[in-house]
């Protein structure tokens, strides 16, 4: 599932290609996956695109007359561009191609069909349930441990990894960060929110900083679906310190990684190194 190096490779691919550009034709192949959301079936055909951001895994495309485009990628949504004017990177995947008067397409690939197009109004985008409660940029300037404090303090009793992949407490992380980040924190996943000092808080805000900096420069980590917007796979996990990895010696300690499941959801830990804090 693309997080937030993933998405914001895309986003920086994006922009540059697709700010000024207006909608020539939109074609739906498979109808879910372009959704109106209480603005009827406003035409994309005619606008005009005026910025591509980012919040937490969420892309959002601006367009001239108030209307924006969410882009959830969830599991297996795939964004590609094309220049040409050909749809190249067009696959049994394809569920929209969104075609341009400058003559690029974009394709918006999906095999499992959980990500979607949100189509509505601009003054509505921060009031979306998702966008309204999510939590800060781990990226920003003003992020740190007091940031990540307030919202580890809603969850005092979760573990840590299950409190980190809450989209309300930190925007844009998922499974394989979380494992990342804490690892660079010397912090086990299991340990209780509550149990962690300022030492750690400081820890963790900078294995967040460091190890998406470092994902972001290698063009995110792709494990089975994810590609970028010209169809390049990303390399992080080619240098990853525990997510996938399990059996392999740790590269600070030596001792090996292991995998336990935390949160439902299978987790990389060096039990030699990383803190249980109860
Ligand atoms: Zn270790």
Known sequence: MPELPEV???????EPVLVGQTVERVDVLWH???VFQGVGTAPLVGRRVEA???RGKMLIFSLDG???VLAHLRMTGQLVWSDGGGTGGRDVATRVVIWFEGGGVLLFNDQRKFGSLVVLATDQVGAEG???RMGPEPLADMFDADALGAGLSRRPRSTVKAALLDQ??????GNIYADEVLWAARVHPESTTSALGAVQLEAIVRGLVEVLTTSLERGGATMRNYVDAAGNRGTYLDVAHVFGRTG???GRCG??????RVAGRGTHVCTGCQVLFT
Not at 168 to 173: L, P, R
């Open 8 to 14: 914001e490779t895309i986003r920086r691919q994006l």
């Open 66 to 68: 108030d209307l924006s």
């Open 52 to 54: 591509v951001g980012r």
């Open 248 to 250: 392999q010696p740790c």
């Open 130 to 132: 998702l966008l309204a």
């Open 32 to 34: 879910k996956s372009l």
């Open 168 to 173: 309300t407490v930190v925007a844009g992380v």
């Open 255 to 260: 001792a090996a990684i292991a995998k336990i």
